[in-house]
């Protein structure tokens, strides 16, 4: 059974730019998280999707955003990009709506210059 | 607010012995516990969760403790293995808000041969 796929692996951007990160869950799992790691701040929630609707979104400006689509993969987008959002960008699928474990892909790994 | 601490930010222990990691947490509502191990540059590995109507779970060399009054759970690791040594994270969630995980700040073991 595959794990959960997330593409990039590496990613490098210029300030102002725009990213879009994709993720794939494990096969018959609906929700998927995103989580931002940093050394100074740890593993931070972004949003929560399940069944293609955002059920939880955390405290991050608005040029964040997110999606899923029909067949559960998700992708988030980070416009006008800063030098603070250098950081691993992680996604955790789960099969239940909650209290479910959740598997983690390898991360993005994404560079602001 | 920190509602998920992990005040120990290392430990390091003797191959063969036991490893135990601390993690408090202040909000009620978690009622979903979980420990990943996380290597660098890669992304966190589930190891061992535990339902608040459970005070214990097993699973081979892991076991979690969980005591609700003391808003308490810890992590024992027996026998220790050099291949343990990574950075663990505590997490935990509530059915109220879906699969969002709440981490603490991780703690470093370091298992010496």
């Known amino acids: 059974k595959a794990g959960v796929t997330q593409t990039p692996r590496y990613l490098i951007k210029t300030r102002g730019q725009q990213v879009t990160l994709s993720c794939s869950p494990i096969?018959?799992?609906?929700?998927v998280s995103w989580y931002q790691q940093t050394p100074g701040q740890g593993l931070q929630f972004l949003f929560e999707?399940?069944?293609?609707?955002?059920?939880n979104k955390g405290n991050f400006p608005g040029r964040f955003s997110g999606r899923q689509f029909s067949n559960s993969r998700s992708e988030m987008n980070v416009s006008t990009l800063e030098l603070g959002d250098s950081a691993l960008y992680l996604c955790?699928?789960?099969?239940?709506?909650?209290?479910?474990?959740?598997?983690f892909g390898q991360g993005t790994r994404l560079t602001v210059v | 607010d920190q509602q998920v601490k992990q005040n120990s930010p290392s430990l390091s222990v003797q191959e063969g012995r036991i490893s135990i990691l601390n993690c408090d947490y202040t909000?009620?509502?978690?009622?979903?516990f979980l420990w990943y191990k996380k290597y660098p540059a890669e992304g966190p590995t589930f190891l061992i969760s535990?339902?608040?109507?459970?005070d214990k779970n097993e699973d081979g060399r892991f076991t979690v403790f969980l005591n609700k009054s003391a808003k308490h759970l810890s992590l024992h690791i027996v026998p220790s293995q050099p291949g343990d040594s990574a950075v663990y994270f505590c997490?935990?969630?509530?059915?109220?808000?879906?699969?969002?995980?709440?981490f603490g700040a991780g703690t470093i073991l370091r298992v010496k041969s």
């Open positions: 955790a699928s789960s099969l239940g709506p909650s209290g479910t474990e959740a598997f």
């Open positions: 096969s018959g799992h609906r929700s």
């Open positions: 999707y399940f069944s293609e609707t955002q059920r």
């Open positions: 909000n009620s509502m978690f009622d979903y």
């Open positions: 535990i339902s608040s109507i459970k």
């Open positions: 997490a935990a969630s509530a059915q109220e808000y879906g699969n969002k995980l709440v």
